[in-house]
């Protein structure tokens, strides 16, 4: 019988917490700006809200088995990082598309007498620096590193096709 309390109320208090984070002014502001620009903080912000849903999740729910409710936490971060998850990929979208902005800008105004192999290798470990650097801020701790990797890679393959693109005109 406390398995079964213990089962309906933890998914009860799980499904009010994820709509506490969904209706709360600091996700609604992110939402509305997210496509605009990149959220420079995005990534402390989410943590914050993270953490504050699962405290929130864990205070009512430690009255409950246990086992029950450690269950139940992992199924609510996997909700919730579905709910994060666009957003996070999109501002990584924006960060790539900021870094190689970055390095048609440089190519462009760049005049010296480097070779331009030496110049676009140069410039494009810049702008994946760059990237590094807004990716960081963007980590929130309850997403994957994977998808930071892969958007890194495409932006690599979109530095090198950019910098060929540029080297056979």
């Known amino acids: ?9 933890c998914k009860e208090i799980a499904t009010a917490q994820v709509a506490l984070f969904q209706e709360s002014e600091v996700w609604k502001g992110m939402e509305e700006q997210y496509e605009k620009d990149l959220i420079s903080d995005f990534g402390a912000r989410v943590s914050e809200l993270v953490d504050d849903t699962l405290s929130g999740y ?12 450690q269950e139940r ?13 666009p957003l996070y990929e999109k501002q ?6 900021k870094s190689l902005d970055g390095l048609k800008r440089m190519m462009e105004s760049e005049t010296d007498s480097r070779p331009f192999t030496q110049k676009s290798d140069e410039n494009s470990k810049i702008c994946l620096e760059e990237f ?12 994957s590193k994977k998808t930071e990797s892969a958007a890194k ?17």
């Open 92 to 97: 990584l979208a924006l960060a790539s598309a």
């Open 73 to 85: 936490r992992e199924s609510m971060i996997q909700e919730i990082q579905g709910v994060i998850y």
């Open 58 to 69: 864990d205070e009512e729910a430690r009255y409950f088995e246990s086992k029950v409710s």
């Open 1 to 9: 019988h406390r398995v079964m309390v213990a089962t309906i109320r």
């Open 132 to 143: 590094d650097a807004n990716a960081k801020l963007l980590f929130t701790h309850c997403m």
């Open 153 to 169: 890679e495409a932006l690599r393959r979109d530095l090198v096709s950019y910098s060929e693109i540029l080297k056979s005109s």
